[in-house]
């Protein structure tokens, strides 16, 4: 019977996952479109799909634990390798899609960073161009560089 609740858990943490790697898409034309309360809508949504994944995946490590006594670390392919006929076939396919859409996730979320981490070099950009710094014309400490113009170039004795 836990064989089949964790079937369960991990088609439920597959949806979720596609749920989350749906956010992150959406997230990404958020970001594009420069709209601030949409992003924060998605971000707190984000919020909430990770705390049930969290939630599943302890579920998920109770069951696996049931499953394959003796181990420390459980992991699905240790359950695999428990599971015989149409419940290891299942637990292959559920772990192959999860793969594949954590990957997805991953990769999306990569490019949600970097397209973040672009926009801010833009705005600095833009703040620099708008405000600029005064830089010192000299390498010399300020009072150097005093004295040094109001002593002239010219050698009138020579």
Known sequence: MSMQQLIVCLEKLQKLHESLLQLAREKTEMIKTNDMEGLQKITSNEQKHIRAISTLELQ??????ELVDGQEDVTVSACIEAAA??????????????????????????????????????????????????????????????LQTSISRFDSKA
């Open 85 to 146: 006929g149409e419940e290891r076939s299942k637990l292959e396919q559920l772990r192959d899609m999860l793969l594949q859409t954590v990957d997805k996730l991953k990769e999306q979320n990569e490019l949600n960073q970097l397209m973040i981490y672009q926009s801010l070099q833009f705005i600095n950009l833009t703040l620099d161009a708008i405000y600029p710094q005064k830089q010192p014309t000299t390498y010399a400490p300020p009072e150097k560089c005093q």
């Open 60 to 65: 998920r490590d109770q069951l696996a634990h």
